[in-house]
């Protein structure tokens, strides 16, 4: 069983690693021009939930499991993800809005955002992998 969650949680992780690699790429493309901030902004919004539901997922499996260490590690972020999505203002496109995303360092934010989740999706990758390992070892 112990294996089995951390299998699950290795693979949430690689998807959201993939999707921290996709804000960033997307982010740079809008810092250099290639594409304007509607598209952005539309591409980086539809992936804003299944982000949160990923974490969530992580998060939970966690506290199910009683892997205490971990379901704090992933707590705080879980908590920004869903802050950051309740907190949208009225009238925004959602997250990522092409009206404000260039207003007050807003950009140069979301691409530091992103860079620090994958840091951190870095870091819960391996420790899923120790702990998959450990955990089929074990049994």
């Known amino acids: 069983m112990e294996a ?5 949680s290795l693979i949430d992780c690689c998807a959201l690693i993939f999707l921290s690699v996709y804000f960033i790429i997307t982010l740079s493309d809008l810092e250099c ?16 939930i299944p982000e949160l539901v990923g974490q969530a997922l992580a998060t939970v499996l966690m506290l199910i499991s009683m892997h205490w260490f971990v379901f704090l590690l992933n707590l ?3 908590g920004w993800n869903v802050y950051r999505f309740m907190n949208v203002p ?4 959602g997250v990522f809005d092409p ?6 360092g807003q950009l140069k934010s979301h691409m530091k ?4 989740k ?13 702990s998959m ?6 049994d």
């Open 4 to 8: 089995a969650v951390f299998i699950v």
């Open 33 to 48: 021009d290639y594409i304007n901030a509607r598209a952005c902004c539309s591409k980086l919004n539809k992936w804003v």
């Open 76 to 78: 705080p972020v879980a």
């Open 90 to 93: 009225m009238g925004n496109m």
């Open 99 to 104: 009206t404000e995303i260039h207003n007050r």
């Open 113 to 116: 955002e992103a860079m620090i």
């Open 118 to 130: 994958l840091g951190f999706h870095l870091l819960c990758f391996f420790i899923y992998l120790y």
């Open 133 to 138: 390992i450990l955990a089929l070892i074990n």
